[in-house]
């Protein structure tokens, strides 16, 4: 349904989007994930044609964003990170106003109904925007974005600023989208993806570094135990022993503990319990252990462990 190839974006010398590739498949909700000057906002400005690349593709069902702006654009509903809203207008006005625009050609006074019932501002319809709470206001950008009924959603961190309960009422409002539409849902923040989204892509930098069902994402990620140990004994020693144990997948040293130890943190798969083992290689090295516990893992590490680039999802098998 969209396919993203090749993308580059440069302001000036520098590289905002760099070479970024990837596809959504109809019906599917992709969450774009990275942090803050990722690249986020520029990628999808560009898909929905509101910037040029300096050079790559974005196909939209079939529709070049360059070749055919038109084609593809009336595919698109578009919720940029500042929605443009009219502030001195009615919810009303707007959303007619952005009907006439898009040149709609569903049934004016059904089809705007519709979208306000889906978005839950029926009942500040005749309210001017400037007064309604950023919650409201958030809603009447999707709403413009869903204004005839364009079978691509594309909505850039829509839950910045928002309470938990709006939150969560957005998430509901994105969930039920995918059912009839192809969405793409960026944030820098993980959970909020991993919530609604069936496969997520993370940029970072302006480069994909990871490309995966959310599933994959997370059993790669809390598919892992940590375990986290103060150990007395020569930091080379340790190390060697640690890492030569069976089932063990990456070993760090974390630093002096005010008692004059050294704390590790040991990684294994989670079918994996090498805590005994973590034991007898500590004795056999004379390297007593003082304290050992299990540490959590959660899908914030890993996520920030994906951007710091120690590590890459989509490069399978050995880490
Ligand atoms: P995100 O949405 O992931 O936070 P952006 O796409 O907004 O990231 O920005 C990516 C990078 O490009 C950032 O480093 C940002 O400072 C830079 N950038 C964005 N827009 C412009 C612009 N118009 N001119 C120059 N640099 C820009
Ligand atoms: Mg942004």
Do not use: W
Not at 13 to 38: Q, R, W, Y
Not at 49 to 70: M, N
Not at 275 to 291: E, G, L, S, T, Y
């Amino acid at each position: 349904m969209i396919e993203v190839k090749n993308l580059v974006k440069k302001y000036g010398d520098k590289v905002a989007v760099n070479n970024v590739s990837f596809t959504v498949n109809e019906g599917e909700i992709l969450g774009f994930l990275g942090p803050n000057g990722a690249g986020k906002s520029t990628t999808m400005n560009i898909i929905t044609g509101y910037l040029s690349s300096t050079s790559g593709t974005v196909t939209i069902d079939g529709c070049e964003i360059l070749d055919d702006p038109k084609g593809a654009k009336s595919k698109i509903g578009y919720l940029p990170e500042i929605p443009p809203l009219y502030q001195d207008m009615t919810v009303k006005r707007y959303l007619e106003f952005v009907y006439d625009l898009k040149r709609v050609t569903l049934p004016r006074k059904e089809h705007l109904a519709e979208v306000c019932k889906v978005t839950k501002i029926t009942d500040v319809y005749e309210r001017v925007i400037k007064n309604l709470s950023k919650g409201y206001r958030q809603r009447v950008g999707f709403a413009q974005a869903l204004i005839g009924n364009p079978p691509v959603i594309i909505l850039d961190e829509p839950t910045v600023g928002l309470d938990p309960k709006q939150i969560i009422e957005m998430r509901n409002l994105i969930r039920g989208l995918g059912k009839k539409h192809t969405v793409i849902l960026s944030s820098h923040v993980l959970s909020e993806i991993q919530a609604v989204c069936d496969r997520i892509v993370v940029i970072n930098n302006g480069q994909l570094v990871a490309d995966e069902s959310t599933e994959e994402i997370t059993t790669n990620f809390t598919g892992m135990k940590r375990i986290q140990l103060h150990i007395d004994g020569n930091d080379n020693t340790v190390l060697t022993a640690l890492r030569s144990i069976d089932g063990v997948t990456r070993v760090r040293k974390v630093m002096r503990t005010i008692d004059g130890f050294t704390e590790y943190i040991v990684e294994s798969k989670a079918e994996n319990d090498v805590r005994k083992a973590i034991f007898r290689a500590m004795a056999k090295a004379d390297c007593p252990i003082v304290m050992m516990r299990n540490a959590e893992v959660s899908l914030e590490d890993a996520f920030l462990r994906i951007t710091a680039g120690e590590t890459s999802v989509n490069r399978k098998g050995g880490r």
